[in-house]
């Protein structure tokens, strides 16, 4: 394990986009199998299917596709990001490296700005590689992206300021994909739901609210 950490933080040294690139395509795979097995136990429990009526098999291109992610989107646009954030915080607001502003800037714009556009994206990703139309994107977008967002806020500014904090920005995006091996079985989960009640009231309760800024016009 310990030649493998220092074969990676070698090929970090020489190769970084390349290694962020690999690394993070390969742990975005291994995370769509897991939901793909989490969400087949769930869903055998729930329908009480016996263990000979259907076997468990990987949905080789929904991994390939969900790898693809991995390797054409989070793996430059996440390297370019942690990296352009630290200099922005460090250069242009002068922060010191490691205060409570320092971590507290980082947290917010990643909240902010990266984490809602890189659901976007992935659900974007996933509909058109599935062959959905741009209507159907829509729905889908409706129907999962606001439920995402706000279970997600509640988890990933926590997960974000331990790796503010105390980790070297060159593995930070290692960091948030080893976590991402959970965000996929969640993000797995959530597409497994459907029109789930649940996430039906978050789309009420939006149509309420344009409703509402409509009659005020």
Known sequence: ML??????????????????VVSSGILWGVGDIAAQSITYSSARKRLQISDGDKDFKIDWKRTAVTSMFGFGFVGPVGHL??????????????LQQGSVRFVASKVAMDSLIFGP?????????????????VDQLKEDLKRDFLPALVVESGAWP?????NFR???VRYQLLYVNLFCL?????LSWLEQQKDA?????????????????????
């Open 3 to 20: 030649n493998a950490w220092k074969w990676y933080q070698r090929c970090m040294s020489l190769h970084p986009v390349k290694t962020q």
């Open 81 to 94: 990001w942690y990296e352009g954030l630290d200099r922005f915080i460090r250069q242009r607001l002068l």
């Open 117 to 133: 556009f890189e659901l976007f994206v992935f659900f974007s990703h996933m509909g058109l590689s599935t062959g959905k139309t």
């Open 158 to 162: 926590f997960v974000q300021v331990v």
């Open 166 to 168: 105390y980790v070297p």
């Open 182 to 186: 959970l965000d996929s079985v969640f």
């Open 197 to 217: 009640s649940w996430k039906q009231w978050f789309s009420s309760s939006t149509s309420s609210k344009e409703q509402g800024h409509g009659e005020a016009r």
